[in-house]
């Protein structure tokens, strides 16, 4: 799972719930409610057991460069919760969330919102884009591929949805600990020895609260996604859409050399980001947040 690389919110930006005609959903957004600048708002999809958290790192910088940025928790994800049934996180559901919140930040004109989905926030993404490409000014792939999810992904999904059926959220989360203790230092600084357990263990708890939150069947219905996403680029191809496909340097998800050939189908600008792997905007934010802004702003000059 991604790991934020800090918690606490920048300066400017709130987190609330957005009221949308599908329900309200948790956000951390950068700009004035209410209010909306054409070409200049971007909505990002974090990825299967991520949250709005994991674009913390990106708030700031795509702030500065004129954007209003809102990140969001699907439903079923973390903050915004949803039902407990597998039918309310099929995919065309999941979608039309997305266009309901694409309605609210446009204010229902159209073309007014860059959307960027992160791993499996890129199927839905794209799914929302042909379901109603109308509100987008652009659409961004960041380490999401063409299709299911390579084989090696394929087989942890499998076990965790295994998983699912006879233990409890707190008991696989023990045994993810277990097999990845992964959890570091917050930032790069040099921090005292007292600051970096204290960080660590902030940043253990948030996790640990994280995945307790997340709705078990949206995990379930979404993970079969990952397992049996077919190739749709055909079809996204034939629309009239800037596309960027935005990665690390190595990819476990979808290898680099898959994305890569995506790219081409699209015609999209394409950035490797040097030194990350399956999650660019929390391994090293800053310069993803200025190849996301380079792109964004090249499409509306001025």
């Known amino acids: 799972m991604s790991k934020p690389p800090f ?36 909505l990002l999809l974090p990825g299967f057991t991520g949250s ?8 700031e910088p795509l702030a500065r460069a004129g954007f209003r940025v809102v990140a969001v928790d699907g439903r079923g994800q973390f903050e915004t919760g949803g039902p407990r049934e597998e039918a309310a996180y099929t995919q065309l559901e999941l979608a039309r969330d997305v266009l309901a919140l694409a309605t609210v930040l446009g204010l229902d004109r159209p073309g007014t919102v ?25 659409l961004t792939l960041m380490s999401s591929g063409p299709a299911a999810v390579s084989p090696s992904q394929q087989e942890r999904v499998r076990t965790l949805l295994g ?29 005292s020895q007292r600051e970096v357990e204290e960080a660590s263990a902030a940043m253990e ?3 640990r609260r994280r995945w307790l939150a997340n709705v078990p069947e949206q995990l379930s219905a979404t993970g079969r996604q990952l397992l049996a996403e077919p190739d749709r680029v055909g079809e996204l191809a034939a629309l009239e859409l800037p596309f960027h496909v935005v990665s690390g340097a190595e990819d476990d998800a979808w290898p680099v050399p898959l994305l890569d050939g995506m790219a081409e189908r699209l015609r999209a600008r394409r950035t490797v ?8 905007n929390a391994e090293r934010p800053a310069p993803t947040a200025r190849a996301l802004a380079d792109f964004w702003l090249s499409l509306s000059p001025g």
């Open 205 to 207: 708890e948030f996790l």
């Open 7 to 42: 918690l606490a919110l920048p300066e400017g930006v709130r987190a609330y719930r957005m009221a949308t005609a599908r329900g309200e959903f948790a956000v951390h957004d950068t700009g004035s409610p209410g209010r909306s600048s054409t070409g200049r708002t971007v």
């Open 273 to 280: 980001v040097a030194g990350t792997g399956h999650s660019p």
């Open 163 to 191: 998983a699912m059926e006879t233990m409890s959220m707190a008991a696989i989360w023990e045994v993810m600990q277990e097999l990845d203790q992964s959890v570091g230092s917050a930032g790069e600084a040099p921090y």
């Open 114 to 138: 860059h959307l960027l989905g992160h791993s499996l926030g890129g199927l839905v993404a794209r799914a929302a884009v042909l379901l109603g490409a109308a509100p987008f000014a652009s």
């Open 52 to 59: 709005k958290e994991d674009f913390i790192g990106l708030l």
